[in-house]
């Protein structure tokens, strides 16, 4: 088991025992999120900081093109600018060299700022190095 976490709301210091996941859906109610688009995406965070981010996100097609649930894998956190697409494309290049396929590099832009990577595994399915 990897010992990934759900992390806190932003600005939240939940206890111990407590339940990020009741903790997010407080949280989203108070920010004005519908109750029906409160569970479309989730997040796994290492907690040491060391591993990637896992984002999973739920899209409405079904899979023709796209996968019905979409992986972010944050492959440089902490990392901006260039350094950050720099350790992105070694992440790449070392996927590449398992078995996935590079399918785009988008540049950073606004209004995030951040680049990624399209990839998709051997069977096809598409996620992204974030």
Request: aromatic residues 6%.
């Given at each position: 088991?990897?010992?990934?976490v759900?992390?806190s709301?932003?600005?939240?210091?939940?206890?111990a025992?407590?339940?990020?996941?009741?903790?997010?859906?407080?949280?989203?109610?108070?920010?004005?999120?519908?109750?029906?688009?409160?569970?479309?995406?989730?997040?796994?965070?290492?907690?040491?900081?060391?591993?990637?981010?896992?984002?999973?996100?739920?899209?409405?097609?079904?899979k023709?093109?796209?996968?019905?649930?979409?992986?972010?894998?944050?492959?440089?956190?902490?990392?901006?600018?260039?350094?950050?697409?720099?350790?992105?494309?070694?992440?790449?290049?070392?996927?590449?060299?398992?078995?996935?396929?590079?399918v785009?590099?988008?540049?950073?832009?606004?209004?995030?700022?951040?680049?990624?990577?399209?990839?998709?595994?051997?069977?096809?399915?598409?996620?992204?190095?974030?």
């Amino acid at each position: 088991m990897l010992g990934y976490v759900h992390p806190s709301p932003p600005g939240v210091d939940l206890p111990a025992d407590a339940d990020p996941l009741a903790a997010w859906d407080d949280f989203l109610a108070e920010i004005g999120v519908p109750e029906d688009q409160r569970n479309t995406r989730s997040a796994l965070e290492d907690p040491t900081g060391h591993g990637p981010r896992l984002f999973f996100q739920q899209v409405p097609e079904d899979k023709v093109a796209k996968n019905r649930v979409h992986l972010d894998i944050r492959a440089a956190p902490g990392l901006r600018g260039e350094e950050r697409m720099a350790a992105l494309e070694a992440e790449c290049d070392r996927l590449v060299a398992l078995g996935a396929t590079r399918v785009r590099r988008y540049e950073p832009a606004p209004p995030m700022g951040t680049g990624f990577i399209v990839m998709t595994d051997p069977e096809g399915n598409e996620f992204c190095l974030d």
